[in-house]
């Protein structure tokens, strides 16, 4: 089974950039399909993105449509998270899931695998 390992959180202040990786071992990425997810405090973990095997299909939270995108890279096992126009509300633990499925999913009780999350603080 694959493992995760999330980076590139840190601290930007809002209207800002950030791209977070989430590097994989121990297994065949190209099996999975990736979604990343935010946990704020004292709030639900919410699905932020999802992208199929192939990188063809991706969703999006509403909330981050046009301001995200998801991409990965098979070649190198990494799946990605750009973030523009960071707004304080964006502020959480990122987390990146894996899914042992064709199939896209916004529902974090269907991926398989976790990473240990990285925080993203974005200040106003």
């Known amino acids: 089974q694959v493992q995760l390992a999330e980076s590139g959180g840190g601290l930007v202040q809002a209207g800002g950039s950030l791209r977070l990786s989430c590097a994989a071992s121990g297994g065949t990425f190209g099996d999975y399909t990736m979604g990343w997810f935010r946990q704020a405090p004292r709030k639900e973990r919410e699905f932020v993105a999802a992208i199929s095997r192939s990188g063809a299909r991706t969703v999006y939270t509403d909330s981050v449509k046009g301001r995200f995108t998801i991409s990965r890279d098979n070649a190198k096992n990494t799946a990605y998270l750009q973030m523009n126009s960071l707004e304080p509300e964006d502020t959480a633990v990122y987390y990146c899931?894996?899914?042992?499925?064709?199939?896209?999913?916004?529902?974090?009780?269907?991926?398989?695998?976790w990473g240990q999350g990285t925080q993203v603080t974005v200040s106003s």
């Open positions: 899931a894996a899914r042992f499925s064709h199939y896209t999913s916004g529902l974090p009780g269907q991926y398989d695998t």
